[in-house]
Nanobody, 119 residues
Framework: QVQLVESGGGLMQAGGSLSLSCAAS????????VGWFRQAPGKEREFVAS????????YYADSIKGRFTISRDNAKNTVYLQMNNLKPEDTAVYYC????????????WGQGTQVTVSS
């Protein structure tokens, strides 16, 4: 069983940066696609970014493209989300999740980390 723990959230002013980490334990996630999602108050959870097993391919939501970067360090069993030029609308709980195949569902989730961006 894979366990995921997100960290790095916090309070930041608009225009600032935060770096989120998703640390996996229990087994390696080297063979898993990893995604970041977020859920703002009163809104549905939405896709933010994902990265394939090798890290060769990455995908981003249009709302964060050019500002956020997803990366992974398979040696550390960790995936990162670098968030630059933060905006108040980025305020949300951020979750990481894994899936075993590119067309499968994300079936293991972390507990989330709060990101709050003030204007």
């Amino acid at each position: 069983q894979v366990q995921l723990v997100e960290s790095g959230g916090g309070l930041m002013q608009a225009g600032g940066s935060l770096s989120l980490s998703c640390a996996a334990s229990g087994r390696t996630i080297n063979n898993y696609d990893v995604g970041w999602f977020r859920q703002a108050p009163g809104k549905e959870r939405e896709f933010v970014a994902s990265i394939t097993t090798s890290g060769f391919s990455t995908y981003y939501a249009d709302s964060i493209k050019g500002r956020f970067t997803i990366s992974r360090d398979n040696a550390k069993n960790t995936v990162y989300l670098q968030m630059n030029n933060l905006k108040p609308e980025d305020t949300a709980v951020y979750y990481c999740a894994v899936r075993r195949s590119p067309r499968g569902a994300y079936d293991t989730w972390g507990q989330g980390t709060q990101v709050t961006v003030s204007s």
